[in-house]
Nanobody, 123 residues
Framework: QVQLVESGGGLVQPGDSLRLSCTVS????????MGWFRRAPGKEQEFVAA????????GYENSVKGRFSISSMDANNTMFLQMTSLMPEDTAVYYC????????????????WGQGTQVTVSS
């Protein structure tokens, strides 16, 4: 059974940082492209960041470039999304996902999803 479990969300102030974790079990995670998506209240789900299974290619949504950083899978089958300079517009439920494609920035490519972790940025 494939499981993706996110953690690390919370309530922070504008300008703060958070690191989200995504632990994968049930598949050989280093063979999957990994991504982060988010859904803000009243909005469609959007792509945030993705990394290739090799870790050699990463991509970001324009509004998070330079602020967010996605890691490759580590030895514990965990990957991270480091978020800095957080803004209220970053408030959303963040989901990690695994794709049998090597790299993909489209949610349609992703086979497995976590349950999400809430990030709230507010003063």
């Amino acid at each position: 059974q494939v499981q993706l479990v996110e953690s690390g969300g919370g309530l922070v102030q504008p300008g703060d940082s958070l690191r989200l974790s995504c632990t994968v079990s049930g598949v050989q995670a280093n063979r999957y492209g990994m991504g982060w998506f988010r859904r803000a209240p009243g909005k469609e789900q959007e792509f945030v960041a993705a990394t290739a299974s090799s870790g050699e290619l990463t991509g970001y949504e324009n509004s998070v470039k330079g602020r967010f950083s996605i890691s490759s899978m580590d030895a514990n089958n965990t990957m991270f999304l480091q978020m800095t300079s957080l803004m209220p517009e970053d408030t959303a439920v963040y989901y990690c996902a695994a794709s049998s494609s090597i790299y993909c920035a489209d949610s349609a490519c992703y086979n497995y999803w976590g349950q999400g972790t809430q990030v709230t940025v507010s003063s």
